[in-house]
């Protein structure tokens, strides 16, 4: 299943580290925050805040009844075309069903098609793609 995304844009810092992030280049926060108030005014529930990886942010969102992560991340490119980011949906799930690989199980179409229509729904977001995660 396609749950992956690519997109270009030169709306969010790509520049200017922050003294919070675990590593100098972990940039994203700023997408996650904007990608979290565009689920909530879509009256989608999303967790309160973005987490940190040592890549980049993720949140959580709740659709029927389940529980989804979105993981953002910036990709390093040519500044000329805008700046890469990529991403992925996956279930939010407990230590050991992550570790049996639950995460990438049962993430439902309408989840993915919540975050497509967000994301398309900017001009601030250019040549989305979504893809299988491998193909990141």
Known sequence: METAFQFFSTTFNTSVSKDYFI?????????AE??????NASSIATSAKPAQEDF???FTFCLD???????VGFQPNDPATG??????????VGFFASILGGRKRGVSQDAIAVLDKVLRS???IRDLK?????AL
């Open 23 to 31: 590593n100098p280049s972990c940039f994203g926060y700023d997408l």
């Open 34 to 39: 904007w990608l979290i108030a565009k689920l």
């Open 56 to 58: 980049g942010w993720f």
């Open 65 to 71: 009844g389940t529980e989804y992560r979105v993981v």
């Open 83 to 92: 700046d890469c980011w990529i991403g992925w949906v996956e279930r939010q």
């Open 122 to 124: 900017s001009s601030e």
């Open 130 to 134: 979504w893809c299988r995660p491998e």
